[in-house]
């Protein structure tokens, strides 16, 4: 015993040492981190930020001009390097970055005619630049000559906002690069003001007074843009409060295209048509096991009502959460890091979020959503409803683990300069662990798979309504109405959801996301686990190692595909 207890330190620090070279050993290949791409982006996301800070001012001929010129000069760079001898993560790290500058080209493009066709209707902003561009280095102003400049302006912002007044001519981008223009002069406006303001003794005598007329000025001019922007191409408001701008046919498919999804809108409306046709008919078999026939609506009546009473949604939640980590740590699916586990917090939902967020949401921060005091009653009873155990059975896991806290978790570990972001990745993932679930078993009782429907019947739902709405075919009462009607919604949270969907700051294209990234990664796993190349657990962890991209770019890594270097999207994920 005295030679066991002197040899267990002994023993002790052979097997940390070991340990210790197990792990360096897989976590000193450094492409599990960079690429060589990725020297290249981290020099560029430097450079491009000095810029920005420096030329702050948005959408001022400087800043578009001087970015221009710097991503011009990273296309070269990108271009020399030897694309043939790079691996397939740096091929891929290379057509995405690729991507991205010309993206952002693009958008210079777009930002540098758009200013053009508004030059009419800001005569004074070149006056502003020059002054700003001064105080940059500091240079002693001449207040009086500025405070005159500035009660001239003050006169040109009232003449220009006369015209605009009974102007129709400008389009909706122009209107909203005519806002983004007003930001960008008051602020280099303020910049000045706050720069010289009571250190200059003649700049705080004379500008202060001349300054805060024109701020006011071309705050009022802002307005006057935000106006038109709100009456143009924004269908009236159809009695549902919700008025948004769709953006037509021609916009969702070029999104489409950005986000490497091969397919036109026509054809994803078939896919959730056909998913859906799915959930109707599991639903049907759901329903006809509570004996209640071919009732659906009924069902869900019954599943809703099985709501906890207040004060017990958080203990609800946390029963589901350990019943689903339960179940993926018992068949193996996915590594939990234990700090992952220990680390995810929660908080509850306000009110005023609950309006556009009827559903708890996730990531290191669970946010629940349940009635509070100053709710109406019927409000009160609508998210009680819609919040109960059997429907939150299908998302607990979607917002924490395996969902969107492990995706933010190992996205902060590996690979963490890959910025290339995707909501076809980031939806996709957590709605895939809903169906893998569901095909494992996860769901034991009728009333489980109902409510596991419920949303995956949303999910076909949020395609269909989306593509109808941008589109023009279907107006936001249409939408609300449907997710009443054939998803079974409480009405306050469908229109919480299609609120959410068009004027919640979200992109046309989020909320299809999650069904089509569920399916292409689905897809993946066919390729990958039914072939028998890899179990569970290895993809699983193979594709949160590679963080965040177009997933057609994931399959071209894990199945070690050389990517060609005029890469076009064309990978049918889905048969119709």
Known sequence: MPLFKKLSPLLVGLLLQQGIVAAQSADN?????????????????ADAGNLRRFYFVDSSPEQIERMSVLIKSYQQRLEKLNYGSLKVGAQVDYTLFKRRLSREMEELSIARKESAQLKKWFPFAEKIYTTEQHRRRGEKPDAAALAAQL????????????????????????????ISTIKGLREALGSVFNFYNGYDPLFSWWVPAPYKQVDSLLKTYSVAFLNKEKNTARIPDDGSGIAGHPIGRAALGKGLEDEMIPYTPEELLEIANKEFAWCDAEMEKATRELGLGTDWKAAMEKVKNSYVPPA?????????????VDFIK????????????????MIMMTPERQLVNPFFTGGEEFSVSYPVSSMSQEDKMMSMRG???????????????????????????YKAYRHFETPFWIEGWALYWERLLWDQGFAKSPEDRIGMLFWRKHRCARIIFSINYHTGKWTPQQCIDFLVDRVGHERANAEGEVRRSFVGGYSPL?????MIGGLQFEALKKELVDSGKMSFKQYHDAVLRENMMPIEMLRAILLDKPVPKDFTSSWRFYKL
């Not at 017990?312 to 689903?324: G, V």
């Not at 590594?335 to 995810?344: C, F, G, I, Q, Y």
């Not at 989020?510 to 999650?514: G, L, P, R, T």
């Open 387 to 413: 919040n109960n155990p059997h429907f939150s059975r299908a998302t607990v896991h979607h917002e924490l683990l395996a969902g969107h806290a492990l995706q933010e978790f190992m996205q902060n570990r």
């Open 330 to 345: 018992q068949h193996s699916l996915i590594t939990l890091p234990p700090l992952a586990e220990e680390t995810w917090r």
């Open 29 to 45: 290949d450094l492409y599990l981190q960079t690429s060589e791409v990725n020297n290249i982006m981290v020099q560029y996301d």
């Open 151 to 178: 009660s001239d302006m003050a006169k040109e912002v009232i003449k220009s906002r006369q015209q605009l007044e009974n102007d129709s001519s400008l389009t909706l981008p122009q209107l909203r690069r005519g």
């Open 312 to 324: 017990d949604q958080p203990a609800a939640m946390m029963k589901l959460y350990n019943e689903s």
């Open 510 to 514: 989020y909320q299809i996301a999650y």
